[in-house]
């Protein structure tokens, strides 16, 4: 437990560091180009290289490439030093190439995440952001594959901390736009100029993070050299393990382009409730797992794919329990804050320049509704974590299959049922009521793999978890009640005292009351927090 809270906190500094500034730069995004048309346009266009990695590579990181690094080091005469200069040689010649379609294909691609007419506004200003931002995808797969060599030699830093500097190199642009440019968020003002800006400097970013990478590989001693000898890069096995993980990322896209094409059809009715607050809400809920879940999971798989691999499976069902506690430990009372206090959240964020208050109260109640997907999201993905270290690549996808069909199907039903602006809520809704069910069977097929999780333990500390949060959401609740009861609503400064008063007295309220409880991980955290404080 303490070794993996160690690293793991490690890669929470960086990653929290990250998701800070990753909150300024959404900030000026917002402030800069707001939540209407253009910013529609900016996040469709966003959103496709991030899609494209996913079917190409980031899946097939955490299930396939990092145990096949790992098995490669521990029986390769060289350590897996020739393995890891092959990968990631495959890796760049690979992404250039799909770059270089990708830029091509373009408008091929709006039109399959979005529901807009080829001709409208919105699509060709969003073809032409993409034509500038789809080459970052060569920079940001050799990034990735860069980390996971990293991570497999427990070197957790550059991979969390290397998004600050994208961060910082894209908040540099939004704010260069908002000077130079007088278009603001009107789409029918902006210049090629202006979107060459916004598209470029997207792509700048990820260079610079690239680079942060490569430079963190050449100092533990990593010398590239460009090997073509893919005889020897093992992509059969590979592709052999990695075909089911391709096709879990093809299920789960393509739920993803049904719900860009459905928040983009409602934003053609309502506007300012489309693809832009999903997209924003979505990055707020993605933070505490981003921050906590990510930073767990990145430490336990390596180390549970080495217990695999030697057949220790009481360490495996050690190391999954011990993960699933640290991480809702703090999950459980985050996911009740989020849904107690989304607007208050997103207000002094999202609440500026080109976006109004109103839109940002909207971007609130949606993270609302994935409050609720928190804790059974990050289950999720710690499940599937348990067949990946088993080289199991199979059974995630039927997995995901089942849960992508039912959010497809509870997506569709309240695009159908609800108004449109209450659309991208339910989307969210959808998706909080998949992965919850998801979790359930992912549990039962994961519990027969190892031969039990030990579900009544961790049951027993989730409700203890659930309990000692419950008098941080009644106290968020309240504060939110007395504000706006008094201040008529939630306004910029109004949000601020919501926040460190329900949320921050909130946190403490319930670290104390989990102290007493004597829950082992939050008393782990809050003692390793002491030990720093006092050095």
Known sequence: MSRMLRASAIMAAGTMVSRVTGFVRTMVLAYAIGTMALGDSYNAAY???????????????????????????????????????????????????????????????????????????????????????????????????????????????????????????????????????????NIDQVSDGDLALLGLGTTAGIVAQAAVLIVALKRVGFSFVPRFDVRNARLGEMAKAGIWTIGYVVVTQLGFMLTTNLSSAAGDIVEGHGITPYTLAFQLFQLPYGVIGVSVITAMLPRMSRAVTEGRFDDVRTEFGSSVRLICALMVPVSLLLMVLGPAITVPIYGHGANSVASAVYIGNVLQVYGLALVPFSLFQLLL???????????????????????????????????????????????????????????????????GLGGWAIGMALTRMYLAAMPTAVLALVVVWIVTGAFDGLGFVNSLIVLATGGGLGLLLYLGVAHRARIPEVNSIVGMVARRVGR
Request: charged share 10%; glycine share 8%.
């Open 47 to 185: 959103a496709i290289p991030y899609s494209i990695l996913d079917l190409l590579l980031l899946g097939v990181l955490s299930s396939v490439v990092v145990p096949m690094i790992v098995r490669a080091q521990q029986h390769d005469p060289d350590g897996g030093r020739a393995y890891e200069q092959r990968l990631l040689t495959v890796a760049t010649v690979t992404l250039i190439a799909v770059a270089v379609l990708a830029v091509i294909g373009a408008p091929l691609l709006i039109d399959l995440y979005t529901d807009w007419a080829p001709g409208s506004k919105k699509y060709e200003v969003a073809v032409l952001l993409a034509r500038f931002i789809l080459p970052q995808l060569a920079f940001f797969g050799v990034g990735a594959v860069a980390g996971a060599i990293l991570n497999t030699r427990d070197r957790y830093g550059a991979p969390m901390w290397a998004p600050v500097v994208n961060n910082l190199v894209v908040i540099c642009v939004f704010l260069s736009y908002v000077l130079l440019s007088d278009a603001g968020s």
């Open 385 to 451: 974590r348990v067949f990946y270290s088993f080289g199991d690549t199979k059974t995630p996808v039927f997995v995901g299959a089942g849960t992508t069909a039912v959010n497809a199907l509870l997506m569709w039903l309240f695009y159908v049922m609800l108004p449109a602006r209450y659309v991208v809520m339910g989307l969210a809704l959808a998706y909080a009521i998949a992965y919850g069910l998801g979790a359930i069977i992912a549990w039962v097929l994961a519990s027969r793999r190892v031969r």
